[in-house]
């Protein structure tokens, strides 16, 4: 029926039931509804929501009469909650478990058991609305917290289906997940997906860290291999409708409350802040560092106001009704302390803004307060700087805050550190023009750029392509009927080329790299191989250019060494391919070396362009352990620079960027006009191989894990077997 299924817990309209059997529909103006207008406007696409409407206020007549009409008007099919659901799923699990959880307020979570159960069945609700309207080409793009479970749901029965799921809040770090009781089903969900998206690479990574402590997944290149297929893992923030904000005009039709304060605030400095009303923003802080900026910056008194909206947010929630009644104080405690006769510090307005208005408070601010604990992105400060057309304007950001990672223009606070956002006001207040115009120059671009509307393109785009790479990781094993296919290819064809990897490939691994060495009865094949007529060999390995030479240097066969640094054709001298600098290895050889001590029987091997961690032969718990720290603090290291992580088999690699044995197999590949061209390797590294490879080209995994190789066998026996008939 569709081609693209947009899953959200709300609808992109909101159903208003009225007297005598009537209702009406109004849109949505939030963020996701219009990211996804463009997407949810093609036709053969539609919106699986919930209509924001408790079940037990419809009968079977009104109920069907509101499905037609969101079906037919507005292409939205809706879901029904009961009492129950609403308030054991959306109060319960999704509001008092995750959302704290997940904005780092363990202090704030609840953990009951019939929240869980109903989280569970109402994922499995979402389910069965989306079930009857899945087919082959269905592409589903499952948004946020509330259905974490569905794309695992969808997977499950529909292992065709191209599912996406982006995350609109912060995915925490491994140690505030790891408190959730249902954690491993929540990862199984969500790993339902053929792409992950999140705001952040800080959530991204927080994800890989869960993921491979508690399920064991490995990840690479931003894959998670999951058996017979890959979920790729990645970074999309989520941009604004900049064209709607920066068209904003001259003040239009706006409430009377709001004129006044336009009135009244006339001739002084404004410092702004808009959010929900929710303790993950930060506001009794906000209220508190301008408390601190009047008492050390005197001379702003009756100079500058702080205008504070919040708007109404899950009241049904204890926490929030205690959150409004602190914040009142805070306001009433700071205009009484520092307030005079016709002038009142703090405006605190406990309610929504129009578009309209918002667009006339952020023109008329000097001063955007953006400091929440904790946020996904925080799309507030986008919408603010859009607004101001003349480029003016000044952004105080919380680091902790999605949009900081972006935003760097901005004055980034500690949303924690009272001082330091009282040190920034002051800061914010006396930016010469000059400075506030390079900034907002530069951030109004990059808004410019990545719009909403390219969000969520960008984020179909990768979907539809990982999704087609993911179908073709399904190999083929090879088997008699076509391993006798290859060998007749091979024989007919006039230019062949073979690329072969070492370890793993050719020769089973061994405990350490010296033990490794070539059978004879391995050399004798390569060299007939070689020897074979308008036959070219290329063994491409990531061993130093000492054993490569020693082993192979007397065989008529190409080599290439450590990735593709060091090549050598046959019978002439080694090249060095890649010149690189090598100086990151005394910041980073230290940090390995502290592994190696701290894990018996591991080891470093330092090669031209790189160092590798081996740990084959250590005890394998304390190795896996060893492995996540090593390689979370790697991380660190290799940030902004041109260096990569790689892993293969025991093996833990730091090595820059360039080095590639995709680099090389290309290099080959232009060589001449190849009519058949067969490439084997078994590990990480040789999927760069596969990848640059011809269509037409025989690509074969050296065992079970998933590949971009068209071909599996068994081992590396079953490998040597189809050369000998070679």
């Not at 990211?35 to 007549?61: P, R």
């Not at 794309?151 to 912060?170: A, Q, T, W």
């Not at 249902?182 to 869960?210: K, P």
């Not at 063994?539 to 290439?560: A, H, K, N, T, Y």
Request: net charge neutral; charged share 25%; with cysteine.
């Amino acid at each position: 029926m569709a081609g693209t299924i947009i899953v959200a817990n709300r609808l992109p309209v909101s159903v208003e039931l009225k007297d005598e059997g009537k209702f009406a529909i109004k849109e949505s103006i939030g963020g996701l509804a219009t990211g996804l207008k463009s997407v949810h406007a093609e036709k053969d696409s539609f919106w699986i929501g919930w209509s924001a409407i408790d079940a037990d206020d419809l009968n079977a007549e009104r109920k069907t009469v509101i499905d037609e009409t969101l079906i037919k008007k507005h292409r939205c099919l809706p879901i029904y909650l009961d009492k129950e659901e609403i308030e054991n799923f959306y109060y319960g699990y999704c509001n008092k478990t995750i959302w704290p959880l997940f904005h780092y307020f363990p202090n704030m979570t609840t953990w009951e058991h019939e929240h869980w159960e109903s989280y569970l069945r109402v994922n499995r609700k979402f389910y069965k609305a989306l079930e009857k309207h899945l087919r082959r080409d269905t592409t589903v793009w499952v948004h946020d917290y509330q259905l974490m479970l569905l794309p695992g749901m969808i997977r499950e029965s529909h292992p065709n289906v191209k599912i996406g799921f982006f995350l609109h809040i912060p995915f925490p770090s491994y140690e505030i997940f790891r408190l959730l009781p249902m954690r491993e089903e929540v990862l199984h969900g969500i790993l339902g997906a053929d792409l992950i998206g999140f705001h952040t690479y800080d959530y991204v990574r927080h994800f890989f860290s869960s993921t491979r402590r508690l399920l064991g997944y490995e990840n690479s290149f931003g894959k998670i291999s999951l058996g017979n297929r890959l979920a790729k893992v990645d970074a999309f923030p989520m941009g604004i409708d900049y064209e709607r904000y920066n068209r904003a005009g001259k003040v239009g039709k706006i409430r009377e409350n709001t004129h006044k304060l336009l009135d009244e605030t006339s001739g002084k400095q404004i410092v702004l802040s808009v959010d929900r009303l929710d303790y993950t923003k930060g506001i009794p802080q906000r209220i508190k560092a301008f408390s601190k900026f009047l008492e050390l910056n005197p001379q702003y008194v009756e100079k500058v106001h702080l205008i504070v909206i919040a708007a109404p947010s899950r009241e049904e929630v204890d926490y929030y009704a205690e959150l409004k009644r602190e914040v009142e104080e805070l306001v009433s405690e700071v205009n009484g302390r520092h307030g005079r006769i016709g002038w009142m510090p703090v405006w605190f307005f406990y309610q929504s803004f129009s578009f309209t208005e918002l667009a006339a408070l952020y023109r008329g601010s000097d001063v955007m307060l953006v400091t929440p604990l904790r946020d996904g992105m925080n799309l507030v400060v986008k919408e603010y700087i859009a607004c101001r057309k003349d480029h003016r304007g000044v952004v105080i950001l919380s680091e902790t805050a999605g949009a900081s990672s972006e935003l760097s223009e901005t004055i980034a606070v500690n949303p924690n550190d009272i001082n330091a956002i009282a040190d920034a006001i002051r800061e914010a207040l006396e930016m010469p023009i000059y400075q506030q115009l390079h900034r907002n120059k530069i951030l109004h671009e990059r808004l410019k750029r990545y719009t909403v509307k390219h969000w969520a393109k960008d984020f179909l785009h990768k979907l539809s392509e990982n999704a087609f790479g993911a179908l073709h990781t399904k190999t083929i094993w090879i088997h008699k009927e076509s391993g006798i296919g290859i060998v007749n290819k091979f024989k007919s064809s006039k230019k062949r080329l073979l690329i072969l990897d070492y370890d793993g490939t050719l020769t089973p691994l061994r405990q350490l790299p010296e033990m490794a060495r070539p059978s004879k009865d391995l050399l004798q094949l390569l060299r007939r191989l070689g020897r074979n007529k308008n036959t070219t060999v290329l063994i491409c390995s990531g061993r130093s250019r000492q054993d490569m030479q020693q082993w192979f240097g007397s065989l008529p066969v190409d080599l290439s060494a450590e990735h593709g640094i060091w090549i050598r054709s046959a019978g002439e001298k080694w090249v060095q391919h890649l010149v690189l600098k090598d100086d990151w290895k005394a910041l980073i050889k230290p940090v390995i070396e502290s592994y190696v001590d701290r894990t018996p029987k591991s080891f470093i091997e330092e090669k031209t362009l790189g160092l590798a961690w081996h740990y084959r032969r250590c005890e394998p718990d304390q190795a896996h352990v060893r492995l996540n720290e090593l390689r979370d603090t790697l991380m660190e290291y290799i940030q902004n620079r041109n260096l990569c992580l790689l892993e293969g088999n025991k093996v833990l690699e730091v090595r820059d960027v360039n080095a590639s044995k995709g680099n090389i197999v290309n290099l080959w590949l232009q060589k001449q006009h190849w009519d058949f061209v067969l490439c084997a390797g078994d590990d990480v590294t040789d999927e760069e191989m596969f990848k640059v490879l011809p269509s037409k080209a025989y690509s074969i995994k050296v065992g079970t894990e998933s590949s971009d190789a068209r071909y599996h066998v068994k081992d590396c026996a079953a490998l040597l077997e189809l050369l000998n008939h070679l």
